[in-house]
């Protein structure tokens, strides 16, 4: 039986430089629960890609 895990996660410094936002909002934004991350040790890994974070941020601003 073979299972195949898929999950993308990157450090925060790699995310802000895919979204091209600073450090301190991606941190904001991961305490606020809008970036979904995982703290394995002492690193912070967000397991959101930045095409769904931008996505959401994109539904969320047509609703508003």
């Known amino acids: 039986l073979q299972r195949s895990l898929s999950v993308t996660a990157m450090n ?3 995310f802000c430089v895919a979204t091209r936002l600073g ?4 941190q904001k934004l ?3 629960g809008q ?6 040790g002492s690193r912070r ?4 890609t ?3 974070f931008l996505q959401r941020q994109m539904q969320e601003a047509s609703n508003d």
């Open 12 to 14: 925060i410094r790699d």
């Open 23 to 26: 450090r301190t909002m991606v």
């Open 30 to 32: 991961i305490n606020e």
């Open 35 to 40: 970036i979904r991350s995982v703290k394995i």
């Open 45 to 48: 890994l967000i397991v959101d």
């Open 50 to 52: 930045p095409a769904e």
